[in-house]
T-cell receptor, first 112, second 114 residues
């Protein structure tokens, strides 16, 4: 059974800092990995999708990496802003499946 | 980009009544949609997979007679919480997948049963 772990559970940083969120998964046979953002009481917004054959994806100040063999992914946020405050969720799709398995998320607070 | 619209955003209902939540794919056709439930400070739990024109597939422990799913068209899936009770109060989110583009989610529905 696939298990996804996100560390840390919560993170507070001053505005302008660069930060890294971590995601690990137990079964390396994945189809893809997706990072989401969730604001309180809202749905999920997709940030980045990394296919199993890719090593990283970038969008603006966000960069996500994938090391499938070690079961790890990181989300790097550059020059953090208060508007980045949210819960960030990592999810994987197991190869041969269509189901997403989510981590519990990292709650990020960027202090002005 | 692909958009999934979910309504209502929030609903309050009396215990014993039924509530319907709609999930629409606005600019694409979704043969499969997914329904999740999220408890406070917890991650998303997959409840069921909704398949257009056929019966939904429920995850273990999810009561299919309580959570009725209908996927009558390629752009609409509905979740009906029947005979709702306070323990059904939760945040419900739907999603749809796009080949090679990952999954897109609705904005969620906050259900409160009083």
């Amino acid at each position: 059974k696939q298990e996804v772990t996100q560390i840390p559970a919560a993170l507070s940083v001053p505005e302008g800092e660069n930060l890294v969120l971590n995601c690990s998964f137990t079964d390396s046979a994945i189809y893809n990995l997706q990072w989401f953002r969730q604001d309180p009481g809202k749905g999920l917004t997709s940030l980045l999708l990394i296919q199993s054959s890719q090593r990283e994806q970038t969008s603006g100040r966000l960069n996500a990496s994938l090391d499938k063999s070690s079961g790890r992914s990181t989300l790097y946020i550059a020059a953090s802003q208060p508007g980045d405050s949210a819960t960030y969720l990592c999810a994987v799709v197991r190869a041969g499946s269509y189901q997403l398995t989510f981590g519990k998320g990292t709650k990020l607070s960027v202090i002005p | 980009g692909a958009v999934v619209s979910q309504h209502p955003s929030w609903v309050i209902c009396k215990s014993g009544t039924s509530v319907k939540i709609e999930c629409r794919s606005l600019d694409f056709q979704a043969t499969t949609m997914f329904w999740y439930r999220q408890f406070p400070k917890q991650s998303l739990m997959l409840m069921a997979t909704s398949n257009e024109g056929s019966k939904a597939t429920y995850e273990q422990g999810v009561e299919k007679d309580k959570f009725l799913i209908n996927h009558a068209s390629l752009t609409l899936s509905t979740l009906t919480v029947t005979s709702a009770h306070p323990e059904d109060s939760s945040f419900y989110i739907c999603s749809a997948g796009l080949d090679n583009h990952g999954y897109t989610f609705g904005s969620g529905t906050r259900l409160t049963v009083v």
